[in-house]
């Protein structure tokens, strides 16, 4: 089943319970947070104490996105704040395994993710860890940015890979210029949970492109 993720960075930060409720009444299943550090990426966004706020206003699940050097010190603070699931980059300075062994020690789900330039090949060693490997299809950093096609083959392979390994349950996510255009081809090729930031928040009507972003035909 398609699952959608609604990139905060794109809301009305002065306003987010208003924007989470707005989520909720439009059928976006996740809520995606992202976390920028201005060191692993070049902009600072928002940390735990804000997911804090997020947590005790909606109870919908909690997708945090680390873009940070360091993720590894910054789990306990997340999971504490109400995180449901946190994913690290495989780019940042922390061990994956013992990352995503804290992340679930937390009782949490776990997820890596990988920019479009690093080999797919390089979360395969930990798929047995994680619920979730998120594929970028833009460089993190910014919301509005266009999708690179090039992430597609990088889709396709994990997507094999997961089902030749017996991992038929791992979600795989797509983050960056996901819109009613773009979303069957991520769909096509094995992705199951679609972030939208721009794609949902500064659509005309948020349920009419949560549906498109679901429809098998990208049209609806
Ligand atoms: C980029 C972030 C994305 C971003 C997606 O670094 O990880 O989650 O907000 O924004 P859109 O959907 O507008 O491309
Ligand atoms: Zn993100």
Excluded at 164 to 172: P, Y
Aim: include cysteine.
């Amino acid at each position: 089943m398609i699952k959608t993720s609604a990139s905060l960075l794109a809301c009305d930060l002065a306003n987010i319970s208003g924007e989470l409720a707005r989520c909720r009444t439009a059928g976006v299943d996740w809520i995606h947070f992202d976390v920028m550090d201005g060191a692993f990426v070049e902009q600072i966004t928002y940390g735990s104490p804000v997911l804090k706020c997020v947590r005790a206003a909606t109870d919908m699940f909690l997708d945090v996105h680390l873009m940070v050097n360091d993720p590894a010190s910054q789990i306990k603070f997340f999971a504490e704040a109400g995180a449901d699931l946190i994913d690290f980059h495989i780019e940042s300075l922390s061990d994956p395994e013992a990352t995503l062994r804290d992340i679930r020690s937390c009782g949490i789900k776990s997820a890596i993710a990988v920019k479009p330039g690093t080999p797919i090949e390089s979360v395969y060693p930990y798929l047995e860890l994680c619920d979730m490997v998120l594929v970028m299809t833009v460089e993190p950093g910014y919301g509005g940015q266009a999708f690179i096609p090039e992430t597609l083959e990088k889709i396709r392979a994990l997507r094999k890979t997961a089902d030749e390994r017996g991992l038929a349950s791992l979600d795989i996510e797509v983050d960056g210029g996901i819109n009613a255009k773009t979303a069957p081809l991520v769909k096509e090729a094995g992705a199951n949970v679609l972030v939208a930031g721009t794609g949902l928040f500064k659509a005309p009507d948020m349920a009419q492109a949560d549906i498109q972003l679901k429809s098998q035909k990208g049209e609806a």
